[in-house]
């Protein structure tokens, strides 16, 4: 059983941190429930379930400063609850409304990424274009193990190791690309290998721990500040719930695997280790998960009472000169 000691030696964090890391972890895992029912009841669209992968966005993100830049893909389209971006601006981005469309510059946090790996070099040119201002900025990406076979991972990822950008590239290795397993996506024997490539670090957590991931993810941050370059991060799990709301893994997927993953998903983990430690009771566990249910109800409440957006909008930011045939009517 772990001690309060034992858990001093591993993580440098003080005790408000951990109950703090704790508390977004439950913020991530509420969000992600309650919109799945959303979805089922028709109020948000299609849905990338992230499930399972709190650890791994709350441990690396809990590294950054407020300045640091964060480049989602949509399994990390929450990430903004981590910066206290309010639950109906991410509904919204879900429901299709562009009040979902936030500014990124307002909270530091890039668009969420639906072609695979396309922010990587977003993030590389970001990071480049911060060193040479002389900021003393990070940009973290977030992406999952089927990027790693796209062209731009390779472009962004080199690019920041040539030009020494400080950026910290966080790779989801959650060993499915919807249904192509990880066998099929590469012969390397781990992911973070293929940092050797760019002549940077690679390193393989556990991404189902918490503390792992934020740990390599503050290595690989304060390495990058201090002109240090960018990092490669392979946070390794086993992805324990469908790719989407669309997506069915019946057709391909091992459900003894899954069931067997499930019981050992993060959150509880976290949870677990945080009670045998004393810092975490059934009553705080409680007023915690009420205080994020209490955010989604009010969330999905104000999503939905927003007007529906003016149908021009569709054209307002296409054209500079609108072709005659759009101005018509
Ligand atoms: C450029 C591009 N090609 C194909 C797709 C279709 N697509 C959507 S999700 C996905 C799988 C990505 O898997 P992975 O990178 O492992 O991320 P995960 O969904 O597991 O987090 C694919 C191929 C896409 N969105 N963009
Ligand atoms: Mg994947």
Redesign the pocket.
Known sequence: MASIDALRHTTSLAESELLELYRRMVLLRTFDERAVVYQRQGRIGTY?IAWGHEAIQAGATFALGDDDWIFP???EGAIGLVRGMPVETILQWWRGHPSGWWSPADWNIASIC?????HVPHAAGLAWGKKLRGEKVVAMAF?????TS?GAFHEGVNFAAVMNAPAVFVC?N?Q???S?PIEAQTRAETLADKAVGYGIPGVRVDGLDVLAVHDAAREAVERARAGGGPTLIEAVHY?AAP?GTADDPRAYIDLARVEEERANECVGKYERFLRDAGLLNEQLVASMRSDAEDLMRAGIAAAEAEPPPEPELLFTRAYVDPPPNLRHG
């Open positions: 990338a893909s949509y399994r639906v072609p695979i790996a396309t992406f999952g193990d089927g990027a796209e989801n959650n499915w690309a919807i192509t992805r790719h």
